[in-house]
């Protein structure tokens, strides 16, 4: 078994050296640094074949305290590095056995990531979740049964009237969501649609009725972040979450 | 601050109404399912990283139903709320009592009880079921 192998972050133009502090620390809090090749250049980190080599990488991929932590850590050293220089980020734990076998994947791809870092340069990708407001009890007023009917059938017809306005109440906010979500996709070059989140993981109480990632290039953020404001009508609660490293939009094939 | 240390880079500006957050599953949703995917040098079987995206999905897709699977990391990740880092501990105080009682009573039942260890209620609960 090899004594280290190499875990990759992202790759970005020969320019990125300069984005990587002295001391980062990324995956299993292995020290950060660079493989530049020609015009690329890919971020790395040596890493432990006990925790990245094949069994134990799939292992350690199923232990979910593990994938947390990675996720964080591997999340960490991509967004900031973001912060000043464009990079492709790489699916979690892509792992690689030689520094060599890095610089074959970079120069046998250039053109691709070339591409892909082309495709993300200037852009940053924006989360939106919009949940179903929380409309407070209105009276029934209008759909109170008026005196002809027994007391159980107007429990009854009252109960039918609030499962109503509660079907329709959630019909508004996803229409609203829609009307939201083209909305915003008119603006950014590209969407992704995620499915909804439970709200114990949202921490919302409320239904989450959309959540997507948007593409927006730099010029057209404020206009974007308009678009999000006016997008919160009554029925609608809006929560934004960016920028983002284009994770959701950083391909090596032509979208 | 994130698990390896870094502090998150704070150019996050919003609207004030306009509510903003790092969490889990928002990284996990990107980290697993996007991003370049390249086979690296140490294959990970796919179609075990296919089950775990299932798990991630379901997880963030039903909290019950993760539950059911076993998986609760998200009650011992300090970075999500305190309301559910308080619900974990509750659990766990919970589970502890419960161990406790169903020792107590395995105990009482058993009048000879010589292998009942009230003292470990955690690890008691697979071998009731061989009583």
């Known amino acids: ?255 | 601050v994130t698990a390896g240390g870094l502090p998150l880079p704070s150019r996050n500006r919003q609207p004030e109404h306009l509510q903003q957050s790092t969490n889990l599953a928002d990284i996990l949703e990107r980290v697993l399912d996007k991003g370049i995917v390249i086979a690296g040098d140490i294959r990970v079987n796919l179609l075990d990283i296919e089950l775990l995206t299932i798990k991630i999905r379901l997880l963030v897709a039903s909290v019950d139903k993760a539950r059911e699977m076993g998986i609760d990391w998200w009650e011992h990740d300090p970075s999500l709320s305190t309301g559910q880092r308080d619900l974990a501990e509750e659990n766990k105080r919970l589970r502890e009592r419960i161990g406790a009682l169903e020792a107590s009573r395995h105990a009482d039942r058993d009048d000879d009880g010589a292998d009942v260890s009230p003292k470990a209620p955690g690890r008691e609960r697979s071998r009731q079921r061989d009583a």
């Open chain 1, 1 to 255: 078994m090899l004594d280290e192998l190499v875990y990759l972050y992202a790759v970005g133009n020969a320019a990125v050296g300069a984005a990587v502090p002295t001391g980062l620390r990324g995956v299993a809090g292995a020290p950060v640094r660079v493989i530049p090749v020609d015009r690329l250049a890919a971020i790395v980190s040596s890493v432990d074949p006990h925790e990245f080599g094949d069994e134990s990488l799939q292992r350690n991929l199923n232990d979910l305290t593990w994938l947390a932590v990675t996720a964080r850590a591997h999340h960490a050293v991509i967004d900031l590095v973001w912060g000043s220089q464009p990079i492709a980020p790489l699916r979690l734990a892509t792992v690689y056995r030689t520094d060599e076998n890095v610089r074959t994947l970079l120069q046998a791809n250039s053109d691709a990531f070339t591409s892909a870092l082309d495709r993300i340069r200037g852009r940053q990708e924006w989360g939106v979740k919009a949940f179903a407001a929380a409309v407070p009890g209105q009276g029934s007023g209008d759909e109170e049964p008026d005196g002809a009917v027994g007391p159980g059938a107007a429990y009854l017809l009252r109960k039918r009237a609030a499962r109503d306005r509660v079907l329709r109440e959630r019909s508004k906010a996803d229409d609203a969501a829609e009307g939201l979500h083209r909305s915003l996709s008119g603006i950014a070059e590209a969407s992704r649609r995620y499915p909804p989140q439970d709200p114990r993981i949202s921490g919302r109480r409320a239904d989450m009725v959309l959540n997507a990632a948007y593409l927006v290039p730099d010029s057209d953020l404020a206009v974007f972040r308009k678009a999000v404001e006016r997008g919160q009508p009554a029925d609608l609660e809006v929560e934004l979450t960016g920028p983002w490293v284009p994770y959701s939009f950083a391909t090596l094939e032509e979208p």
